[in-house]
């Protein structure tokens, strides 16, 4: 069966340090992989996804990257971190145009 | 904008009483999904429609895909505290490969 790992699940940073999460998924080939950011009781803004490595799309303009070394590994980072960086980070796969399986989450809060 | 209007945004209800959520687009999906997501937690798929005027129950949870395949329902038949939570909708198959847009989400308070 599929699984996928996010980590950490907490983080508390200081502004202007790096930052960096990740995300393996097991039990599928070539899926697609999402990086979301979640305020609080609301809905998903898409940060970035990706059809395959090498093959990353950003949908908004901000302070984050995002790289996919492997085909089941997904890395979301940053060089300096800003306070408007805090937030709930969610990690997901689908595969084709199919429903998505999400990681457990990061919260982070930068300080 | 939003491509997905979920409404309404916040519903606070008792125990035993019905209740609708509503997704809404002018876009048309080739599926929808609802899921379902508890504080601190990754949401969880409950279910994908994919054929217009596909009606889905999930126990005393029912879901509708609009006949255009633009809208879609959710309908809770005698709530129960367990079903509080974030409720999702979520569009596959717009122009954008691998994409899925969201809604804003229901916030879902049921009082025992």
């Known amino acids: 069966s599929q699984t996928i790992h996010q980590w950490p699940a907490t983080l508390v940073q200081p502004v202007g340090s790096p930052l960096s999460l990740e995300c393996t998924v097991e039990g599928t080939s070539n899926p697609n992989l999402y990086w979301y950011r979640q305020a609080a009781g609301r809905g998903l803004q898409l940060l970035f996804y990706s059809i395959g490595i090498d093959q990353i799309s950003s949908e908004v303009p901000q302070n984050l990257s995002a790289s996919r070394p492997q085909d089941r590994q997904f890395i979301l980072s940053s060089k300096k971190l800003l306070l408007s960086d805090s937030g709930f980070y969610l990690c997901?796969?689908?595969?084709?145009?199919?429903?998505?399986?999400f990681g457990q989450g990061t919260r982070l809060t930068v300080v | 904008t939003q491509l997905l209007e979920q409404s309404p945004q916040f519903l606070s209800i008792q125990e035993g009483e019905n209740l609708t959520v509503y997704c809404n687009s002018s876009?048309?999906?080739?599926?929808l999904q609802w899921y379902r997501q508890e504080p601190g937690e990754g949401p969880v798929l409950l279910v994908t429609v994919v054929t217009g005027g596909e009606v889905k129950k999930l126990k005393r949870l029912t879901f509708q895909f609009g006949d255009a395949r633009k809208d879609s329902s959710l309908h809770i038949t005698a709530a129960q505290p367990g079903d509080t939570g974030l409720y999702l909708c979520?569009?596959?198959?717009?122009?954008?490969?691998?994409?899925?847009?969201f809604g804003r989400g229901t916030q879902l308070t049921v009082w025992p």
């Open positions: 997901a796969w689908s595969v084709g145009i199919s429903e998505a399986f």
């Open positions: 876009s048309v999906f080739s599926s």
């Open positions: 979520a569009g596959a198959g717009g122009s954008t490969l691998g994409r899925l847009y």
